[in-house]
Structures are given as C-alpha cells and as structure tokens.
C-alpha cells in the first residue's frame, strides 16, 4: 500500500510538472505570437508576424518588378518591345476558364451530394424519434 501511494504520487507528480510545462510552453508560443512591436514601424509588424510568408515572397516579388521595370525601360528608352501578344492572354484567358468551370462543376456536385446526405440524416433521425 505504501509503494502504491508513491508510485501514485509520482505519477501525480509527473503529471503535473508535465501540465505546468506545456503551459509555459503555450505561454511562450503566445508572446511568439502577439509579439512586440512598434506602430512607427510598419516594415518590423509585416515581417515579424506569426505565420509570415513576406520573407520568403519577397525575394520574388521585387525580381518581377525589376523584369518588368526592365521590359518597360527598353521599350521606352530604345524602342524594343517585348511584351506578350495580347492573343497569349485570350487564349490563357479561355484555358483558366475552362478549367475554372470544371472545377466549380465537381465543386458544386459534391455540395449537392452533402445535401443529399444531410436530409437522409434528418429523415433516419426523425423515424427514430417516432
């Protein structure tokens, strides 16, 4: 009886350093989370935010303005223009439709499907209240 007692205050023990653990470690995901930060600064809260994808996105974003930038200086500056037919987008413009309406197509099956099963559900619950 008395090594019962122990191993049970043990476990009782381990179990509670467990839970005060885990909390200090939900406490420090927390201020990870809320983070601090200054109003005057609005580049430190953009790249600072949980869950940020600006420093990875970034890089990218600023090598599409600097392509571009170039393309519209040539075109301007030595007349060289390299720009896409406006056919390219039509044609791109007609694919992302097609594909867009299949999409919402199964999209809009699988909602009527739900709601198939849903009534099923209500009528089966009915009949057992009955």
């Known amino acids: ?27 420090n995901n927390a201020a990870k989370r809320a983070g601090i930060y200054s109003d005057k600064n609005h580049w430190s809260v953009i790249m600072k935010a949980h869950g940020s994808v600006w420093p990875k996105v970034l890089p990218f974003c600023l ?7 170039v393309i519209w200086w040539l075109k301007n500056r030595y007349d ?41 559900l209500y009528r089966s619950c009915r009949e057992l209240v009955q």
């Open 80 to 120: 060289f223009d390299m720009s896409i037919h406006l056919l390219g987008h039509k044609f791109m413009t007609m694919l992302v439709t097609f594909l867009l309406t299949g999409r919402l197509k199964n999209v809009y099956n699988r909602f009527m499907t739900a709601t198939t099963h849903l009534g099923d």
């Open 1 to 27: 009886s008395e090594k019962i007692s122990k191993l049970d205050w043990s476990s009782r023990g381990a179990a509670r350093l467990k839970s005060q653990r885990s909390l200090l470690k939900d406490q």
């Open 63 to 69: 090598f599409n303005t600097l392509v571009t930038f």
